[in-house]
């Protein structure tokens, strides 16, 4: 069988708790706080991929129960996990893309349309925001006299650029940008919002049935995040026989993500060519304005210089040091965040605590550090950027992280899309 490109999107239906690993403990010894729990806990703001990848693999499962039963051949008979390249087969689902925000009012009018025009699906599909280049938001709240201005200084590290025109003190470097015109989201629009709430912790410690301390809080807060006005999008490459769409134009599903069991509704549709440049992050679809708004050429020291960029527009698992990473590359802005592994345990019925059963999912250990969407890194030269693709493309898990949609990474080179712009204007 062939495959087909598919689009996903979710609505969240309430607010939403996806968990992260930072929050705020007690230190005072006499709490259970100091024990390592802790009391104030805020939510990411979007699904990581390999939850997304969950959710298709979900989808995929004709009647799904709680025996977890599912067909090996369409979706695989293992979860996916970033960090296990030794589980790559998972059935008919061969990849989806980054996630991507589309306002709600177009996500509507897209479920309304049929798979036939795929022209008309791309321009509503135009109106996607991903995760901004820092660089570009860095840009916006800088210093407008010294934009695209740099200086080169000399580190032990060697030469490396300091942008002039940025400064730390109200820069706001998690911003969405569009995807076809490059334009930053404008700040007053937030597709999220917070919401507090005081939940009981239930991870109390009992032996024989009595608290084994008596001064244990029952109470946590916890930040749920409400999406307003917009939903998330994203794509897959699937087996021709993974989803029927003989019948329904659209497959509409509900689906729960999070360790909150947040409920989301999911429709499902055919995406076409569209579908397969999303997933192959074509540099066609990637407008040029998002990356002319990076500046070419830039000022360096009072010399015109050309440059050429990268920038995520999905979480990287980086494997080496950042200092080995940013040794090709005169200047990086980047970001990390901490990822931790979860294995699903089919074999448990019970997601109680203290059951024969150890629970649906068993956490591991080890926590991943992730470079986040948006980090951007600038080079001096196209040799330069080569270099930094050679040893980022020889990851042991690069294109393992692919599958799920993670390391989706974008070059440009403003010689390379200069010669395009002048073919496109004849």
């Known amino acids: 069988m062939s495959d ?4 996903i999107a979710l609505t ?11 929050g705020l403990k007690y230190d005072d010894n006499d709490t259970q706080m100091s024990r390592g729990e802790k009391y104030y806990i805020r939510s990411n703001l979007m699904p990581n991929q390999s939850a997304l990848f969950g959710v298709l693999r979900f989808l995929g499962i004709e009647n799904p129960d709680s025996s977890f039963t599912r067909d090996e051949k369409k979706i695989g008979l293992d979860s996916y996990r970033l960090n296990d390249t030794s589980i790559n087969s998972f059935g008919m689902i061969k ?18 349309d ?17 995760p901004a280049p820092m660089l570009i938001a860095a840009m916006e709240s800088g210093n407008s006299e010294k934009l695209n201005q740099y200086e080169c200084l000399e580190t032990d590290c060697g030469f490396r650029w300091l942008p002039l025109f940025y400064s730390e003190k109200g820069a706001e470097l998690f911003r969405f940008i569009h995807l076809s015109d490059g334009k930053l989201l404008d700040k007053e629009i937030n597709p999220f919002r917070y919401q507090t709430r005081v939940v009981i912790n239930r991870k109390r410690n009992y032996h024989n049935g009595i608290s084994k301390y008596t001064d244990d809080k029952d109470f946590l807060k916890k930040d749920y995040v409400i999406l307003d006005g917009f939903r998330f999008v994203f794509y897959a490459k699937v087996g021709e026989g993974l989803f029927d769409f003989s019948q329904e134009e659209i497959i509409k599903k509900s689906v729960f993500i999070g360790q909150g069991k947040c409920p989301f509704a999911a429709e499902i549709s055919n995406a076409g060519d569209f579908g397969e440049k999303m997933i192959m992050l074509d540099a066609t679809v990637f407008s040029q304005k998002v990356g002319k708004q990076l500046g070419n050429p830039v000022t360096v020291s009072g010399q015109k210089e050309d440059c050429c960029y990268a920038f995520l ?3 990287m698992f980086y494997e080496g040091s950042m200092d080995e990473l ?24 019970e997601a109680v605590s203290g059951n024969k059963g150890k629970g649906r999912f068993v956490k591991q250990n080890e926590v991943l550090h992730l ?27 690069f ?18 899309n200069a010669k395009s712009d002048t073919e496109d204007s004849k």
């Open 371 to 397: 470079l986040q969407a948006g980090s951007t890194f600038v080079f001096e030269s196209r040799e330069q950027m080569n270099g930094f693709k050679k040893q980022i493309d020889s990851m042991k898990h």
């Open 4 to 7: 087909k490109y598919i689009r």
């Open 114 to 130: 049929t798979d036939k025009d795929n022209e008309k699906n791309k321009k509503k599909d135009d109106n996607l925001y991903f």
């Open 12 to 22: 969240p239906l309430a607010p939403y708790f996806l968990g992260g690993e930072r």
């Open 95 to 112: 990849q989806i893309s980054p996630l991507y925000l589309i306002p709600k009012e177009d996500a509507d009018e897209q479920s309304a």
């Open 313 to 315: 527009v999905s979480d």
């Open 399 to 416: 294109t393992h992280g692919q599958i799920a949609g993670f390391n989706g990474i974008f070059y440009y080179d403003s010689n390379d």
């Open 326 to 349: 940013k040794e090709h590359c005169v200047y990086a802005m980047t970001a990390q965040k901490q990822y931790r592994v979860f294995t699903t345990n089919y074999k448990a019925r």
